[in-house]
Nanobody, 126 residues
Framework: VQLQASGGGLVQPGGSLRLSCAAS????????MGWFRQAPGEERKFVAA????????YYGDSLQGRFTITRDKGKNTMALQMNDLKPEDTANYYC????????????????????WGQGTLVTVSS
């Protein structure tokens, strides 16, 4: 199983970026897919997730409204649209997947993630 993340880069405050994650190597019909991020010196934190059906989406603290997660089930891909980016959004962003049964009522838990993609760096700076 592989998760391939892409789309990071340098953006000015107030700008937008779109991250993508493509899953391969296994059936993902009952898997939640999502994103975590990790800033230097900090722990990895939950950002957003969407369940296999796409009906349920979850966001980390204070991110809903600026971030939007979407999923194309037929292609096993997921995207994170990030708008109005702030310097504090600077981090490595990791796509992640686990079975829906491991997803809580408010999102994904770090210890329950079954698959990780490589990080993609997002830098918000003027």
């Amino acid at each position: 199983v592989q998760l391939q993340a892409s789309g990071g880069g340098l953006v000015q405050p107030g700008g937008s970026l779109r991250l993508s994650c493509a899953a391969s190597g296994g059936p993902f019909s009952d898997y939640t897919m999502g994103w975590f991020r990790q800033a230097p010196g900090e722990e990895r934190k939950f950002v957003a997730a969407t369940t296999s059906s796409g009906r349920n989406t979850y966001y980390g603290d204070s991110l809903q409204g600026r971030f939007t997660i979407t999923r194309d089930k037929g292609k096993n891909t997921m995207a994170l649209q990030m708008n109005d980016l702030k310097p504090e959004d600077t981090a490595n962003y990791y796509c992640a997947a686990n079975r829906d049964s491991k997803t809580t009522g408010w999102g994904m838990i770090l210890s329950r993630v079954e698959y990780w993609g490589q990080g993609t760096l997002v830098t918000v700076s003027s």
